[in-house]
Nanobody, 113 residues
Framework: QVQVAESGGGLVQPGGSLRLSCAAS????????MAWFRQGPGKQRELVAR???????EYTDSVKGRFTISRDNAKNTVYLQMNSLKPEDTAVYYC???????WGQGTQVTVSS
């Protein structure tokens, strides 16, 4: 069974917005930090945003002020709100659950005119 699953990717124009969702299984969701990674074409996978069990957040510099990570523990879900999207944001976005070391399958985000 799928333990972590992303959704919400798609094609958007520069300056547009997209909201990614990541649903995780397990009754202990709230105790784990969650993170979003991305891998653009020809690039290494990089950490985009992270949220701890206490909802402390951190972001890579390139997305600060544009992206917001949040979590809803009642729904076992983490979100990535992406605003003011740029072509360089184009990548496969992956959800990751720390400690359990579980990766989602990835969802494609393409920012293009």
């Amino acid at each position: 069974q799928v333990q972590v699953a992303e959704s919400g990717g798609g094609l958007v124009q520069p300056g547009g917005s997209l909201r990614l969702s990541c649903a995780a299984s397990g009754s202990m969701f709230s105790i784990y930090a969650m993170a979003w990674f991305r891998q653009g074409p020809g690039k290494q996978r990089e950490l985009v945003a992270r949220i701890t069990s206490s909802s402390s957040t951190e972001y890579t510099d390139s997305v600060k002020g544009r992206f917001t990570i949040s979590r809803d523990n009642a729904k076992n879900t983490v979100y990535l709100q992406m605003n003011s999207l740029k072509p360089e944001d184009t990548a496969v976005y992956y959800c990751y659950q720390e400690v359990r070391r579980i990766w989602g399958q990835g969802t494609q985000v393409t920012v293009s005119s």
